[in-house]
């Protein structure tokens, strides 16, 4: 949605004086996607972010003699979001948006 959006938005704002609530609606939409896209994909890179670093913590602070708890803490993976097939990581929102723009890129060339 959000490449078709952009892709509306570049092609319309040329037009703008000719039909300005189609314009204004392609500007608004790929606006609230923009925004609604990158805080979700930050939210969720905080999400494994923060939990990668606390299960770090915890295993620092587990003493040697306790192996059961090492090895439990071993076990532990980080909190992923998944979307789809992928999961979010800390890359994740600025490798989004390139995908938009150059998606967006190739669909105005053609």
């Given at each position: 949605?959000?490449i078709?959006?952009?892709?509306?938005?570049?092609?319309?704002?040329?037009?703008?004086?000719?039909?300005?609530?189609?314009?204004?609606?392609?500007?608004?939409?790929?606006?609230?996607?923009?925004?609604?896209?990158?805080?979700?994909?930050t939210v969720?890179?905080?999400v494994?972010?923060?939990?990668?670093?606390?299960?770090?913590?915890w295993?620092?602070?587990?003493?040697?003699?306790?192996?059961?708890?090492l090895?439990?803490?071993?076990?532990?993976?980080?909190a992923?979001?998944?979307?789809?097939?992928?999961?979010?990581?800390?890359?994740t929102?600025?490798?989004?948006?390139?995908?938009?723009?150059?998606?967006?890129?190739?669909?105005?060339?053609?």
């Amino acid at each position: 949605m959000e490449i078709f959006a952009f892709y509306g938005t570049v092609k319309s704002v040329p037009k703008i004086s000719s039909n300005v609530s189609l314009s204004v609606l392609f500007v608004v939409t790929f606006f609230n996607l923009f925004f609604a896209i990158v805080w979700g994909n930050t939210v969720a890179s905080k999400v494994f972010t923060e939990s990668s670093g606390m299960i770090c913590e915890w295993k620092q602070k587990t003493p040697v003699w306790s192996r059961f708890r090492l090895k439990q803490l071993k076990a532990l993976y980080p909190a992923r979001v998944r979307i789809g097939d992928n999961f979010i990581d800390r890359s994740t929102p600025v490798v989004a948006q390139d995908f938009v723009a150059s998606q967006t890129a190739t669909l105005i060339l053609l």
